[in-house]
């Protein structure tokens, strides 16, 4: 019986022939080197094939597994198969690798477990074969997040989307107070069944997530209801999970399912999760997108604990030089820097946010570093100061003003002693009062002419954003009320010229008009210094206006993935896409 066992096993294995499958890279890329691995732990038994130990290694830092064989002969080999579907079908022979001459063991090379770029949740095992083929189990078969695969529901019951009937039965979807789905079925009978799919890609498809936790109605019983389920897998590095349940009744073969949705546990975290779904783990940024990913960071850093690792990535990756077309249609020269200064500056920011979630002082050296190149670009021989928007020197614009201001008032509130950036953030924010950006109705047009008179172009959002978060910081860093009370008249300006029925709208949101992938994250960046501005004065009506703003997106502009749009007033055409996700972020998070 061993020896049919054995055979069966090699068949299955080797019958059918696949193509090489493409390398899949999330931290590294396959077949790095064992000996890079950050952590080596044995997730399932070894396996003994004819006397030879086939072991399956894997280091949960890195993603990856590995495996190998020992007390074993010249010949023997050893590699790793990896499925896509839930152990239905696999990639083979993954890093074959054979025992030398004169050797007893040998391994393979390290596999990714998952594929978070194209949105796979994949299983690896170890093979060998020993004069016989042999398989471990699977490794990491269930999903973990708060709880695993299987759990029972906890507390809270929230209901994302409508019931579904089928021949008189109801059909529902659940999220506990976690984010782990289960799905219901009542007014049934026995036979009954009802179950869930899970899907990694938005609900196009379910490979390794069809008929989760499948259960039927017992005798004399007219309900039942699924186990629990992730729908994220952190070590996996998989975000962003969709969920339908689905049923059917016992006498038809016909099923129905509800839509698809994504847990919300709170409204944050709920945008939060299905911004990191368009992540890149490798590249470790937003794609294709370069200041509108410092702008995700900023969200992400301010929107709470969880995500440390990942900022750290997007730091360690990023802060090397890229040539033009890889980061941006800019070079970049390293440490965030490019010839657009405004660019530079959010990355600013961003490790500014990063250090007050972290206290991690590399984070603020970096700030500063990139702080020191902006300041270059202070010039008082136009127009009495202002930063230049590019190292060309071509215009002086509102937001590389503003964000030069932020920042630098942010640098002296941050590091103990300073003088220098204390004394700059004054000179910025008083040469930024007179400059003439603010017109009569307290609303932040976008730059200076070459006369250096306000050149009555448009009125962005971010601008006035970033200027009242600027003379905020400052009050901060001198304590004279009199920046508040700009922030305060800069804030109230927007909340009556720049909303429609209370809630803000960019100038591209109007109409059949759409706005571009910069525009996409304005509204985010006011909503942003709007809520540090409650904070500063705890005012209420500042408060209102930021709760305003998320329930309008939550209710009006956010459908069951959590996908929140350009338009927070819901209104058509509407575009989605993880720029519109992270300003949306950021004004959730304000709203508290």
């Not at 002693?417 to 009062?433: M, Q, S, V």
């Amino acid at each position: 019986m061993r020896t049919l066992l054995v055979v069966v096993l090699a068949l299955v294995s080797l019958t059918v022939p696949r193509a090489a499958p493409e390398p899949v890279c999330v931290v590294s890329c396959d077949q790095l080197d064992p000996s890079h691995a950050a952590q080596e732990t044995f997730p399932v038994p070894d396996l003994t094939v004819n006397g030879r130990v086939v072991r399956l290694h894997a280091a949960d830092p890195d993603g990856m597994a590995w495996a190998s064989v020992d007390d074993g002969q010249p010949g023997d080999s050893v590699w790793l198969d990896r499925s896509w579907d839930g152990g239905g079908s696999w990639d083979g022979l993954l890093g074959k690798a054979a025992v030398p001459d004169a050797g007893t063991g040998t391994r393979t090379l390290m596999y990714n477990l998952t594929d978070p770029v194209t949105h796979r949740r994949g299983l690896l095992r170890a093979c060998g074969d020993a004069q016989g083929v042999a398989c471990t189990a699977w490794i990491y078969p269930a999903a973990c997040d708060a709880a695993c695969d299987g759990s029972a529901p906890g507390a809270g019951d929230t209901q994302p989307v409508p019931a579904t009937a089928i021949h008189g039965r109801a059909v529902s979807l659940h999220f506990d107070d976690r984010g782990l789905a289960w799905a219901g079925l009542g007014s049934g009978g026995a036979g009954d069944e009802v179950w869930l799919d899970r899907s990694w890609d938005g609900g196009a498809s379910r490979p390794d997530g069809a008929s989760l936790g499948r259960t039927g109605v017992p005798d004399g019983a007219s309900a039942t209801q699924t186990a629990a389920f992730a729908t994220r897998d952190p070590r996996g590095r998989l975000y962003g999970g969709a969920v339908r349940a689905c049923g059917r009744e016992a006498t038809h073969d016909d099923g129905s399912c509800t839509a698809w949705a994504r847990p919300a546990p709170t409204m944050a975290g709920g945008a939060v999760d299905a911004l990191m779904w368009s992540y890149d783990p490798y590249r470790a940024w937003w794609p294709s997108s370069w200041w509108n990913s410092a702008v995700a960071v900023t969200a992400l850093a301010n929107a709470g604990p969880g995500f440390e690792s990942t900022l750290a990535r997007v730091f360690d990756v990023n802060r090397a030089a890229f040539p033009a077309g890889e980061r941006s249609s800019d070079p970049i020269e390293g440490d965030f820097i490019s010839r657009a200064v405004d660019d530079t500056a959010w990355w600013g920011l961003a490790w500014t946010a990063v250090y007050d979630r972290t206290h991690d002082s590399r984070y603020l050296t970096e700030a500063t570093t990139i702080a020191d190149y902006v300041q270059g670009f202070w010039d008082p021989g136009t127009c009495g100061g202002g930063v230049w928007w590019d190292s060309e020197r071509t215009y002086k614009n509102a937001v590389t003003s503003g964000l030069y201001l932020r920042l630098a008032a942010a640098l002296h509130v941050r590091i103990p002693g300073d003088t220098e950036w204390g004394r700059r953030a004054r000179t910025a924010g008083d040469w930024y009062l007179g400059s003439g950006l603010i017109n009569a109705s307290g609303l932040v047009n976008d730059g200076l002419t070459a006369d250096c008179a306000n050149n009555g172009q448009t009125v962005w959002t971010y601008n006035q954003g970033l200027a009242v978060g600027g003379f905020v910081e400052l009050w901060r860093a001198t304590g004279e009320q009199s920046y508040l009370d700009t922030a305060r008249r800069l804030a109230d300006a927007a909340m009556t010229g720049l909303t429609e029925g209370g809630v803000l709208v960019e100038s591209c949101d109007l109409g059949t008009g759409s706005c571009d992938d910069n525009q996409k994250q304005f509204k985010g960046v006011f909503a942003r210094y709007l809520g540090d501005l409650a904070d500063a004065t705890g005012e209420q009506a500042y408060r209102d206006f930021a709760r305003q703003q998320g329930v309008a997106i939550w209710q009006q502009d956010r459908d069951p993935l959590n996908r929140i749009g350009e338009r927070w007033t819901g209104t058509a055409p509407n575009v989605t896409d993880w720029r519109t996700q992270a300003s949306g972020v950021e004004a959730l998070h304000a709203a508290g």
